[in-house]
């Protein structure tokens, strides 16, 4: 019996969550990754082409592996091809294709009749051709994650030189150009067994200034009924219904037009702190469900009577980080409070405008969201990061 994790770098997702996980669970478990060499010691690992399922299967067939999984976007449609080439519970691939190709989601849910979000590829090489009503629109890699190589352009002009920015960093690259979709950006958490899906609930994100999509604060907000009723419609389109899912939509005029969907947990930390704030092993879930669990065995709470908020710490300029506070984790009145480094000091990083960016991640868990805030806003005063450029 043996748990593979396939998987490209490091992430706190398998090293703070999945490998626990699976050790409270008692599976030895095995990484699949084709960069062995930057896992940590004591990580089993073993070297695998990744992107390749043939390869996938190849090395976990042996020891008949109980579950496969990943929580890589990059991922996601290779395992799920290998999982059921190994008999396994596991993901629709062609809703992990759908999900991943941000023009082909689109298209699956305006075929569905669903929502219309005008959008264009613009293939490797090709001239940028939009019409001047869909401006202001986003430019974004297809396959796209973090926000990366993600503006807002106003004009023609702008759209152009965006694309030329990208190319020089990624040549080969189909691009998106589509209307921006403004709006309070949100999320909806969702873990399904295949059958039945279930809402964990949802964030509300606030941005950064534009032209980048930077996410630098987070604050619990569940979904109400209708936005709920509307996204499990948009999910169906798209096939999703197993494992772990992340989607990110805007709600204008009472209608749900989703950003994009991440057939995945959540990440950049927001993951652990959903398990935190739920208090349930939620790693060992999603492992449960690779395991054929009914999704009804999980015991899922209805809901949560505490307060999240989380913010990221970001980098204002290229250089290197200096000082920085260590982890740090307290209690102000009645809520949990935590810092994260997410960059060492010493380390000297390009200014991106994306999570790259990041320098650490603040979070608090109270009873409600002003006391959160105070809270929050009480720790970040105390404490300080110097980037020297």
């Given amino acids: 019996m043996r748990l593979y994790l396939t998987a490209l770098n490091p992430t706190d997702a398998v090293l703070d969550g999945f490998l626990p996980a699976a050790a409270s669970l008692g599976l030895p478990t095995t990484v699949l990754t084709d960069r062995p060499g930057e896992w940590p010691a004591g990580v089993r690992v073993a070297r695998c082409e990744v992107r390749d399922p043939a390869a996938v299967v190849a090395a976990a067939a042996p020891t008949r592996p109980v579950a496969l999984l990943s929580n890589s976007d990059h991922l996601q449609e290779a395992t799920a091809i290998a999982a059921r080439k190994l008999g396994l519970p596991g993901k629709d691939p062609d809703a992990a294709r759908l999900c991943k190709d941000k023009a082909a989601a689109r ?28 401006f202001p629109a986003v430019v974004k ?39 921006y979709l403004s ?19 949802g964030w509300r994100t606030g941005l950064g200034p534009p032209p980048t999509f930077t996410e630098e604060s987070l604050d619990w907000s569940p979904p109400a009924e209708l936005a709920r009723t509307q996204l499990r419609a948009r999910l169906d389109a798209l096939g999703v219904g197993f494992g772990a899912c ?19 947990l959540i990440g950049d ?29 999980l ?16 980098a204002d ?68 990061w110097t980037i020297v450029e």
Avoid: K, W
């Fill in 107 to 134: 298209r699956a849910i305006a075929a569905a009749g669903l929502d219309l979000v005008r959008t264009l590829t613009v293939d490797p090489g090709a001239a940028p051709e939009v019409p001047t009503g869909m």
């Fill in 141 to 179: 890699p297809r396959e796209g994650v973090a926000s990366e190589d993600a503006y807002l352009v106003a004009d023609h002009a702008e759209l152009v030189a965006r694309v030329a920015e990208i190319r020089v960093r990624r040549p080969d690259v189909a691009l998106v150009v589509e209307e």
């Fill in 183 to 201: 709006g309070e950006l949100r999320t909806f958490e969702t873990l399904g067994d295949g059958t039945e899906l279930a809402s964990l609930g």
């Fill in 246 to 264: 992340h989607t990110e939509y805007v709600v204008s005029d009472d209608q749900v037009r989703l950003i994009e969907v991440n057939y995945r």
């Fill in 269 to 297: 930390r927001m993951d652990l702190i959903l398990a935190d704030l739920f208090g349930v092993p939620l790693f060992e879930y999603v492992i449960r469900l690779h395991l054929g669990e009914p999704l009804a065995a």
């Fill in 299 to 314: 015991g899922l709470p209805d809901t949560v009577d505490r307060h999240a908020r989380v913010e990221y710490v970001c």
């Fill in 317 to 384: 300029r290229s250089g290197r980080l200096v000082a920085a506070p260590g982890p740090l984790d307290t209690v102000h009145g009645d809520v949990r409070l935590s810092c994260h480094p997410l960059r060492e000091v010493g380390r000297t990083a390009e200014h991106t405008g994306t999570n790259r960016d990041y320098l650490a991640v603040l979070h608090g868990i109270g009873p409600d969201e002003g006391t959160v805030r105070q809270s929050l806003a009480a720790l970040r005063g105390d404490l300080q």
